[in-house]
């Protein structure tokens, strides 16, 4: 199984933010056990969501499901952080999460930096939800929302690549997806 | 005829005076290139210009030798542009934001260095962008409204242009400027057709316009 090293990129951020990790034992048997469970119950709530929402088409369900496709991502970030052996520490947040997916994912190949940067602007409409400034100011589209959360869910397949798993691409919500989807029949857990 | 060229020669060797002056004291500041980014970031990046920031930080962000910026930091404080202050072996440097420099200099440097001129840089050429425009904190405290200082700049983008390369304007733009660039995308048609009461709510409050659609 692929043990992940960090990127240059990822060990200049642990240089410049020493204060903002912390040093664990590297374990990337833990880390994939961390994307399973990801793959089993956040992508799971995303596509219920997502489902629901494309059915009714009601913005709270959209947001909802965004949420739960952001914090699969920042979760699935952390894992890959515990493969290579540092935790983001409480100081830094989700904030330090965002700089060292972008320190992991933007360095080549090319094709991982979409996923990424929409996870950095993620992290930004879910601070705009939790903590909205004034009613008004919705400045993310539906059509932006939607993106969001599916690019969300191709980082968790980019991580799970990253530690030797196949990608998980078939739980991101495209509307032909969601058109045939069905709940799956729950398995047990590994 | 005689007391007014007097007069008008006293005038000239005064203003001459003060423009030597002023040009010693741009020599202090803007010497060499170090020195410029030095000033860049202790008065336009958000957290230095908040926290401050040890010589070894400095010169880690500046890609330079401590030694070099140990120095151009002890040429900032006695142009009055800095203040340091010791912690252990460490010197915490902060821009001086009572010094008689700091308003204007921080002017300066937005409108030479600053993320007004690192964002057109970047829509230069952007055939996909019909209007791009600075709103939020940022615009606001440029136009003088009282406030904190703003810890990242709000971009709007109007026209055909993808997330994808909206995210990749932003992103670039945000490791220029140290500082993080949200952007908001919308289409034409989006915009004019907000009924969010958000389009609005920009178009009342102060905008800094970046490019605006063809007359």
């Known amino acids: 199984m692929t043990s992940p090293q960090p990127t ?15 040093s664990v034992p590297a374990d990337p048997d833990s880390a994939r056990l961390q994307l399973a469970r990801i793959e089993q119950e956040e992508l799971l709530a995303v596509m219920v969501q997502s489902h629901q929402a494309f059915l009714a088409n009601i913005e709270g369900l ?53 996923n990424v940067l929409s996870f950095a602007r993620a992290r930004n409409v879910r601070h705009e ?11 993310i589209t539906l059509r932006e929302r939607r993106e969001q959360t599916q690019n969300c869910i191709r980082l968790v397949g980019d991580c799970r690549e990253l530690l030797g798993l196949d990608r998980s691409d078939e739980m991101v919500p495209t509307d032909q997806r969601l058109r045939n989807w069905a709940l799956p029949t729950a398995q047990p857990h590994p | ?57 400095l010169a880690r962000r500046i890609g330079t030798s401590e030694a070099t910026i140990s120095r ?27 010094g008689p420099l700091a308003f204007h200099l921080a002017g300066l440097l937005r409108a030479t260095v600053g993320p007004e001129v690192i964002l057109r840089r970047h829509l230069a050429d952007r055939t996909d962008i019909e209007r791009a425009a600075i709103f939020g904190s940022y615009a606001a405290r440029a136009a003088g409204e009282p406030g904190p200082p703003p810890g ?64």
């Open chain 1, 129 to 139: 939800d939790e903590y909205p400034r004034r009613p008004a100011q919705a400045t």
């Open chain 1, 8 to 22: 240059a990129e990822l060990r200049e951020l642990m240089r410049e933010r020493a204060e903002q990790f912390t």
């Open chain 2, 152 to 215: 990242d700049i709000d971009l709007l983008l109007i026209g055909d242009i993808s997330f994808d390369d909206g995210y990749d304007l932003a992103h670039a733009a945000s490791r220029e400027l140290g500082m993080e660039v949200n952007p908001v995308i919308r289409t034409i048609e989006e915009w004019e057709n907000d009924d969010t009461g958000f389009a609005a709510e920009v178009e009342k409050r102060p905008t800094i316009e970046l490019k605006s659609p063809p007359a």
């Open chain 2, 1 to 57: 005829m005689g007391a007014g060229f007097r007069l008008a020669a006293r005038h000239l060797r005064l203003i001459l005076h003060f423009l030597k002056a002023i040009l010693q004291s741009m020599q202090t500041l803007f010497r060499s290139e170090v020195l410029q980014q030095l000033l860049t970031l202790l008065y336009l990046d958000h957290e230095i210009s908040t926290s401050g920031a040890t010589v070894r930080q």
């Open chain 1, 62 to 114: 959209h947001r909802t499901a965004h949420t739960l496709a952001y914090d699969a991502a920042r979760k699935a970030v952390d894992a890959v952080l515990l493969a290579v052996g540092v935790r983001v520490a409480r100081s830094g947040g989700h904030h330090t999460t965002v700089a060292a997916a972008e320190a992991i994912f933007l360095p080549p190949p090319p094709s991982r930096r979409r």
């Open chain 2, 72 to 98: 151009d930091v002890s040429r900032l404080v006695r142009a009055g542009a800095a203040t340091e202050e010791r912690a252990g072996n460490q010197r915490i440097v902060r821009p001086a934001p009572d």
